[in-house]
């Protein structure tokens, strides 16, 4: 089976940039989550989607920060303007969203952006 | 507040030389507690999940136990490869995660 896949797994922007990062999960997996994680620390979560609705997006800066997860499939995440702070590695998971609480999250690789 | 603490934050260990990790939380009426492996430059690689207290889980030299108010990854006679971070994580609201800031292991030959 295959995992769940991100794309790019780098990019370097000048602040300011915008950026985007795609993420496909598990097939068949309805529930979708975005991660920021900082090096160091735990990954935070930035929002979930349910199928193609969301769930939960209290932690998503949304002066900068977008998501979207048309047809309930893949998902984009969008950061315009980048910031300095917004360097981190971020993270694509997904659950099959049959439990709820206790579904477990399976994660991508991660994309690395540095923002100079 | 809702919380995660990990200890200690870096183990370093000779090959064989048993030790264990330490999870605690403070959530309110837990609902299961994960751990999570996490390699440089990868994304975090599930291993257990607990939901009661006194479960415990095996996998290869890794054991996962859990109590009221803490869990513990007993790591026996680990090997080089066995070094990582790892992360516990416990569900709070509906399924959102919270991770701790993990422990990074290094096992030395």
């Known amino acids: 089976e295959a995992g769940v896949a991100q794309s790019p797994r780098y990019k370097i922007i000048e602040k300011r940039q915008s950026v985007a990062f795609w993420c496909n999960p598990i097939?068949?997996?309805?529930?979708l989550y975005w991660y920021q994680q900082i090096l160091g620390q735990g990954p935070k979560l930035l929002i979930q989607?349910?199928?193609?609705?969301?769930?939960?997006d209290s932690q998503l800066p949304k002066d900068r920060f977008s998501a979207e997860r048309l047809k309930g499939v893949d998902s984009t995440l969008k950061i315009q303007p980048a910031k300095l702070e917004d360097s981190a590695v971020y993270l694509c998971?997904?659950?099959?969203?049959?439990?709820?609480?206790?579904?477990?999250?399976?994660f991508g690789p991660g994309t690395r952006l540095t923002v100079l | 507040e809702d919380q995660v603490t990990q200890s200690p934050e870096a183990l370093r260990l000779q090959e064989g030389e048993s030790s264990s990790l330490n999870c605690s939380y403070t959530v309110s009426g837990l609902r299961g507690l994960f751990w999570y492996r996490q390699d440089p430059g990868k994304g975090p690689e599930f291993l257990f999940t607990?939901?009661?207290a006194g479960e415990e889980k095996e996998k290869e030299r890794l054991k996962a136990t859990l109590t009221k108010k803490e869990s513990f990854l007993h790591i026996t006679a680990p090997k080089p490869e066995d070094s990582a971070t790892y992360l516990c994580?416990?569900?709070?609201?509906?399924?959102?995660?919270?991770f701790g800031t993990g422990t990074r292991l290094q096992v030395f030959p």
């Open positions: 998971a997904s659950s099959d969203g049959t439990v709820g609480y206790s579904d477990t999250q399976y």
């Open positions: 989607f349910q199928n193609n609705g969301v769930v939960d």
């Open positions: 607990l939901y009661s």
């Open positions: 994580a416990v569900p709070y609201n509906t399924d959102k995660l919270i």
């Open positions: 097939s068949g997996h309805a529930t």
